[in-house]
């Protein structure tokens, strides 16, 4: 099989690869024909026989296409727009242009309504240029290559990274996954719940604009009153322990007797964006950078949260704060919510009327394994796999888990395919995983599950294994991982890529968390070093030990977080310095004293980056994000790198006061030395500190 290392003459490459349905073979024919003769060389579906060389697979072809052209020119009509090629060709030209930086996607319209436009722009293919094609019209050709002409950065597009993709992560993962659930369960032993209606949604509030206001006050006629009591709960996030203590709000309306109690809150996070936008630091788009925001946290609240956990649990209201307040529509979701309240007698009668139809419907799973004959590490770990999945009742396709017919793969819900370097090199499996992702493609729905070969390097794979979730045989948990992906129902537009994520991931860290630690004084008048000092007086009691006032905080490759209290060789964890307290929210620094190899005893803080936390949910727990295990990796690093190149910046420093010789980003492979090894790291740290003298003495 070649591969795709193999560098290609000039004479293949395209200025405009046409992508098209079969039905609107004569339309892409019209387009190709104009668009050569203002002398641009095009690559077009209609001709397959010439364009496409015999033999290769659709798979193949499509990738070869984009790869080696400059645009990719998606002719949509009424027919391309039910084909789930086209939705997986965009797939391909995004990640391209997320690689180059360069968006290589056009849209051409003809013969679409308005209403099925949108339907198509979901997600971040509303952003992409588009043009409405019209051959009636004379000036169709030079609208459609001035469309083609323009050229477009993705940090054009997406300016600052994709700010809210990241945003929306950290803040479900560090807050919402914890509190919408618990929300649920707590608010019936609230004191408030017998005085009035109390909802058990969490109301999620999104101005446009981004900023944050508070929920209560006077609307109108609507009075929003801020209650005594919140509803608490204690949760550990990473190497945290937090205590979440959700507002309960009371709602009234003039004329009306009734009374509402709900939970809720502006995102903090979303001051993130309009900070950025306000003080300079990136021009972002806070309209497109707003939209992208409530349309992931709604697809992730209500259908990709890990067991539909957060399912049910929560309302959220997006508005435009310049044209009104949000109290009419938090009003009217409450009066809606307990309007459709079912009587418990008729609730019982819905549950058994499910039990029985769930009893009655086929939930067997079936399966086929693929490997590589000849490799006995392959054929190992298709053994363990076939009877690991017999343990659930699998049922394989051929009778034995392995397989030797094509058709056998058309009998399984699920094809597991073993990869290794050898064993993808094997004609005969390249066509069966070919003829999986192609089924898997029409389908719009994930059958394929790659599991990499203990040995085998995932850089060297072909291609063509991105888009789909991939398993790696040398995690422990990976056959769990394995069966976890079986229970979900995917299809294959979940897996748009991320983008750039850690900018916003590391702006939001710095601007909405670090710097009240950094910056802030705490209730009794304390500033950063004061705190320090008080700590060493606190917890303390070694006369040669000295203290760096500094934070260092940890962001290692894998993004895999201890657990709160975990210390480590040489290392004793003191306990927690006083608190900045703004609002319900404590911001703690947590003190340690490390014995250096020379005998010299040091106190500092440090803590674990929660953003490496969100980072690896999105590339373990929640495909929908669109960030594999080796992006998450690479944007673990870049977080480190960008956060202190951010904490340099002579602007943040002058508006966050030096908070570059208060904080450093430790970033640090754990996968070549060691989760322990991180102490050899923060040793280094502390040594240049005493070498430039920013120490407190005892």
């Known amino acids: 099989m070649a591969k795709s290392t193999v560098v290609k003459p000039e004479s293949e490459y395209y200025d405009i690869f046409i992508v098209h349905c079969s039905e609107d073979n004569a339309k892409a024919e019209i387009i190709n024909n104009e668009l050569k003769k ?8 209609y001709k397959e026989g010439a364009e496409f060389p015999a033999g290769r697979p659709v798979f193949d072809n499509i990738i070869h296409a984009v790869n080696y052209s400059k645009i990719v020119l998606l002719l949509l009509t009424k027919k391309a727009l039910e084909s789930n090629w086209v939705s997986f060709e965009v797939l391909i030209s995004l990640e391209k242009s997320h690689r180059e930086n360069a968006l290589c996607v056009r849209l051409v319209f003809q013969g679409v309504s308005d209403e099925e436009k ?41 300016p600052g990274g994709n700010v809210a993709h990241g945003l929306v992560y950290n803040h479900y993962i560090g807050y919402l996954a914890y509190v919408l659930p618990a929300t649920k369960e707590n608010v019936t032993k609230s004191e408030y719940f017998s005085t009035g209606k109390f909802s058990k949604k969490y109301f999620i509030v999104i101005p446009e604009s981004c900023t944050i206001q508070p929920l209560d006050g006077q609307h109108g006629d609507i009075l929003i009153e801020k209650m005594d009591r919140t509803i608490d709960m204690d949760v550990t996030h990473g190497d945290k322990r937090r205590k979440y203590s959700p507002v309960v709000y009371k709602v009234t309306k003039k004329g009306v007797d009734e009374t509402y109690y709900f939970t809720g809150d502006v995102p903090f996070i979303l001051a993130t964006m309009s900070k950025m936008k306000e003080q300079g630091f990136a021009d972002i788009d806070i309209h497109l950078q707003w939209i992208r925001f409530c349309k992931t946290l709604q697809e992730l609240v209500e259908h990709r949260s890990p067991n539909n956990k957060c399912r049910g649990t929560a309302h959220i209201i997006d508005y435009n704060d310049k044209k009104g307040s949000f109290a009419p529509l938090l ?8 309007k459709e309240l079912i009587p418990a007698e008729e609730k019982q009668k819905v549950r058994q009327a499910k039990g029985k139809l769930s009893e009655d419907k086929d939930n067997t799973v079936t399966a086929t394994i693929t490997y590589f004959d000849d490799s006995t590490e392959d054929q190992g770990a298709a053994y363990d796999i076939q009877e690991f999945l017999k343990t659930k009742s699998v049922q394989f396709g051929n009778g034995n888990g392995g397989t030797s017919k094509l058709q056998d793969l058309q009998k399984s819900r699920w094809k597991i395919f073993i990869l290794s370097e050898i064993g993808v090199q094997n004609n005969e499996m390249s066509v069966f995983f070919d003829s999986a992702i192609e089924a898997s493609v029409s389908d719009n729905l994930v059958q394929v599950i790659p599991v990499l070969a203990k040995g085998s390097d995932l850089c060297k794979l072909p291609y063509r294994f991105r888009w789909t979730t991939l398993l790696k045989q040398c995690e422990p948990d990976y056959l769990e991982k394995l069966w976890k992906v079986m229970q979900d129902e995917k299809t294959m537009t979940d897996f748009l890529p991320a983008g750039v994520v850690y900018e916003g991931l590391a702006y939001a860290f710095l601007m909405n968390y670090m710097c009240f630690n950094l910056t802030y004084e705490t209730p009794s008048g304390r500033d950063f070093d004061e705190r320090f000092l008080d700590g060493i007086t606190k917890y303390c009691k070694e006369e040669d030990c000295i203290c760096v006032p500094k934070v260092f905080v940890i962001v290692p490759k894998t993004c895999c977080v201890p657990a709160p209290g975990t210390q480590f060789e040489r290392e004793v964890h003191l306990g927690a310095l006083e608190p900045i307290v703004l609002g319900p929210r404590k911001y703690f620094l947590q003190f340690y004293m490390m014995t250096l190899s020379n005998g010299q005893k040091v106190c500092y803080a440090r803590e674990y980056a929660t953003p490496a936390i969100a980072l690896h949910d999105m590339a373990n727990g929640i495909a929908f994000a669109g960030l594999d295990k080796h992006q998450m990796n690479v944007q673990a690093k870049k977080f480190a790198e960008f956060s ?7 602007e943040f420093n002058t508006k966050f006061r030096m908070v570059h010789k208060r904080c450093t980003i430790v970033y640090f492979d754990d996968e070549d030395i060691g989760r322990e090894g991180v102490i050899t790291v923060l040793e280094k740290e502390l040594l240049n500190c005493i070498k430039d003298k920013n120490i407190l003495k005892v």
């Open 644 to 650: 202190n190149e951010i904490m340099q910046n002579q």
């Open 38 to 45: 203002v002398g641009k060389k095009t690559f077009a579906h």
């Open 331 to 338: 009003w009217d979701a409450l009066v809606d919510e307990f």
């Open 118 to 158: 949108q339907d198509f722009l979901k997600g971040p293919l509303h952003l992409i240029p588009s043009v409405d094609l019209d051959f009636n019209d004379k000036d169709w050709l030079d609208k459609l290559v001035a469309n083609i002409d323009n050229e477009v950065k993705m940090a054009e597009l997406l």
